[in-house]
């Protein structure tokens, strides 16, 4: 039995359609089924049970859970914008850290998602060497719940019983449910389509005009391959970038999407928020070269084929 923690969520539900499609089942899906249609990512998906955040987390405290073979543990709050530090501590920090002693009592894989945002404004760079860790500078309370773990497991030399996750600019299918952390394609999809119009936000840095921002962008496609390969491997622990390697602008990524839908371009530069701006991040590019010295060889989708195939799913809402 493998537990899938967060696996109603985007990035964890459609790594269980990965999972099923290598032909894995026997799966315990954790979750938080919130006021939202997050439930939607789990119809015709295969596993063998689903259990509630908070009741997961007293089983395992209490060890009324059978012991699995592996543990995902993708579930955390993801919002950037909350204020509720204490929240954070609790779910991304104390949580991950119960999980995490668990599995080495059991002597299990244990593969986690930490996140990119733990780089900060990226003066340090976006290099995954975890011998840069103590370094890193997350800019809000969510990168920084989960820079606590990785350093929790750093200072307890647990990261070679590990194999931690940085998601970098994720999009696709499964993202629905996110309301304003869907990504600026799911979010402006209807608005392109039917008024062949997009805002952006402008640039309050002069080293970069306006929607020449850019971001790391990864098509979850490409994304559950990569934790495929790390599930399959491991043996591979330590802490991995996921991205492509390979940075473009907003401009590039809205533009891929008025190409799909057959609209010209059209693109409004906005004001930011004043609250965002002091924690903007105008530039981040994965450092790759970890995963491809662990034997990761496939491609990555250009951004502009991912952005087409997005939109054939966006088109119906379709799911993964």
Known sequence: MIVLTGGAGFIGSCFLWKL????????????????SEKWKNLLGKNYYDYIQKNDFFNAVITRRVPNPEAIIHLGACSSTILFDADYYIKNNYEYSKVLALWAFELDIPFIYASSAATYGDGSNGYDDDISKIKSLSPLNMYGFSKHMFDLWLLNNNYLSKTTGIKFFNVFGPNEYHKGDMRSVICKNYETVLHDGLIKLFKSYNPEYK???????????????????????????????????????????????????????????????????????????????????????????????????????????????
């Open 20 to 35: 099923n499609q290598e032909g894995i089942k026997d799966i315990l899906v954790v979750d938080h089924l919130d006021g």
């Open 210 to 320: 306006d929607g020449q921002q850019k971001r790391d962008f990864v098509y979850i496609k490409d994304v559950v391959e990569i934790m495929y390969f790390l599930f399959k491997n491991p043996s591979k622990t330590g802490i991995f970038n996921i991205g492509t390697g390979k940075s473009r602008t907003w401009n590039d990524i809205v533009k891929s999407m008025f190409s799909a839908v057959g609209k010209k371009e059209n693109i409004e530069y906005i004001d930011m928020p004043e609250t965002l701006k002091i924690k903007y991040q105008y530039f981040t590019e994965a450092k790759m070269d970890n995963l491809r010295k662990l034997g990761y060889t496939k491609p990555f989708m250009e951004l502009e084929d991912s952005v087409k195939d997005y939109c054939s799913y966006l088109e119906k809402k379709s799911y993964l």
